[in-house]
Nanobody, 117 residues
Framework: QVQLVESGGGLVQSGGSLRLSCAASGIIFSIKGMGWYRQAPGKQRELVAVISSGGSTDYADSVKGRFTISRDNAKNTVYLQMNSLKPEDTAVYYC???????????WGQGTQVTVSS
């Protein structure tokens, strides 16, 4: 059974930092990419950052320069270092894993990030 366990969310003040982690287990196929999405109340889920198994990265313009995605392929773990947090970063953050075999997506349960003014 595939399981993505997220951790690291919480409440921080504007300008603060958080580090999210997502550990994937039970995945028998090679991973194409891992990433983070977020969904704020009343808004659509959006891509925050993605990293391929080869190490290439991409970021939403709104977080570029503030967030850093990284991964440990051997442990199937992805991280999101979030610095200079803003109230508009407040959302539920979801971990995502895409496998090469059939391009199926797997999702974490979500972790709440709240940035106060």
């Amino acid at each position: 059974q595939v399981q993505l366990v997220e951790s690291g969310g919480g409440l921080v003040q504007s300008g603060g930092s958080l580090r999210l982690s997502c550990a994937a287990s039970g995945i028998i196929f090679s991973i194409k990419g891992m990433g983070w999405y977020r969904q704020a109340p009343g808004k659509q889920r959006e891509l925050v950052a993605v990293i391929s198994s080869g190490g290439s990265t991409d970021y939403a313009d709104s977080v570029k320069g503030r967030f850093t995605i990284s991964r440990d392929n051997a442990k199937n773990t992805v991280y999101l270092q979030m610095n200079s947090l803003k109230p508009e970063d407040t959302a539920v953050y979801y971990c995502n894993v895409k496998v090469n075999y059939n391009l199926r997506d797997y999702w974490g349960q979500g972790t709440q990030v709240t940035v106060s003014s």
